[in-house]
């Protein structure tokens, strides 16, 4: 028997065996019941400050665009730094390496139809320093964001960019809320004199650790924030109890109950990530194991369910700045090669689109999670696409049974990640296992391996879900990784 075919046989048996007489675990899907009506997609922080000093080349960056266009990329929230193209006296250096570069992932993005959230990081820490300006609060700082993102939208025209975030982690950077306020206060009023309102929506407070800010700004702020941000780095111990899913939910609550107009802003998580000992603002040794990729699911999941409109992980790319490992492929030093959770996450990013519907999902278990989304299908009219996402958080396989009443009958693509195995292709994208037919209005069963991610979707059809299991065979690198033969 082919190897591939072997390991999940082997882990069906297994699974059996350890299911024994206990009863599958009920999903009720329920299409009425929608939590979120725009989902805007599971993006990520994607940063071109490194790229110059980790030595990126060309070549190296069409690897990571073809990576970004396999995810289809929904949204990526990118730094920039107003000193990058402010030299002093009024003088602008468009030309500068790291404006250049900055463009060049604008020009990925204008092209994909990725959402940017263009971030302006701030002036006040020294590595940040810009001419002629020392406080945020200055009137000319906000009017050199004002003439970047000008030509950036006029001249350039980028239109993806649709949000601009004044400041990174303000409550950690300005640590004053009145002068953070006035800064925003000010680009606010510097982008209308520019007639530049039309074009980009605010987006704040891009708080980390500060839930007092993310109050703040919905009090004090609403009428100029378009929509609402926060950061949050969860501790493994808060998601595997689900109390991630309440944080979101608390903060969400809040915005919509004291902003009249918030139904209608995008409630955004700037940042997501998952700590644990080691961590710290540049170092996540936990981003190289196979159990980030299920915890990251995990979190993703708890997220959207709570209401959340996008979630960005951090971050892309190891490479995005010097020291990093937070992203999901290693640095070109070490060949670019992805990380367990690139498999996941960009599944998540790939299947559950901008534009899709996320609907409720009622559980009869604490060790499973469960998203489901559906949007139009643009190749059938009166027809809608599904993908569904189910993390096992158990440590033993547990059956899923999926149904919804008056459900469709769909044939979904089945994906699989498990510490054990993962399928992909030799680029490292992952291969579905199959084409399931599955009828949601009788209902289906679905064996999941124990700590693994199963991802559902009508999206499309696969040409690689043709290829049968004896066309793959095993490689490894931080984890099983079964490979198909090109």
Known sequence: M????????????????ARGDEAPVSVQLDPVSVICQKFLGFGAEWDSNGYDENKVTEADFAVIRKR????HLPMARIMMQSRWCYKGNGQYDWNDPKMLALCRQL???????????????????????????GKVEDPKYAGIIATYMDYLLNNKKYTCIKYFIQGNEPNLEVKEWNR?????ENVAAA???????AKV??????????????????DQLQGILGAYDIHHYATEELVRTGGLFDYYKKNWEYALARDPKAKNKPLVVGEAGVIGPGCDAGSNPMSGDPRYAVVMSDYAVQAANAGSWAVLAWMLDDNSHEGFTWGMWKK????????????????????FPAGSTIVRAGLTSGDIRVL???????????????????VNRAATPKTVRLHMTGGPSLNLNRYGFSHASAVTDKNGFPLALEKLPCNLGTGVELLCEANSVIVLSSMGDDPNVTKPLSDLVTGSSDFICAQAVQ
């Not at 953070?180 to 925003?184: A, G, I």
């Not at 070109?332 to 299947?351: D, E, I, Q, V």
């Not at 190749?379 to 809608?384: D, F, L, S």
């Open 180 to 184: 953070w306020k006035k800064n925003v």
């Open 107 to 133: 020009d990925v993005c204008q092209k994909l139809g990725t959402t940017v959230l263009l971030t302006e990081w701030g002036i006040e820490p020294s590595w940040l320093a810009t001419p002629e300006v």
């Open 332 to 351: 070109r030093g070490n060949g670019l090669a992805t990380k367990p959770w690139f498999y996941t996450w960009s599944l998540l990013s790939r299947c």
């Open 191 to 197: 982008f209308q004199a520019k007639g530049l309102e």
């Open 201 to 218: 929506v605010l987006m704040g407070s891009d708080q980390s650790g500060g839930d007092d800010w993310h109050r703040n700004a919905v």
């Open 68 to 71: 970004v266009e396999w995810m």
């Open 2 to 17: 082919n190897p591939v075919t072997s390991l999940f046989a082997s882990a069906l048996i297994v699974a059996s065996q």
């Open 372 to 390: 489901a989304a559906n949007w139009d299908n643009k190749m059938i009219a009166g027809e809608r696409c599904w993908s569904i996402c189910i």
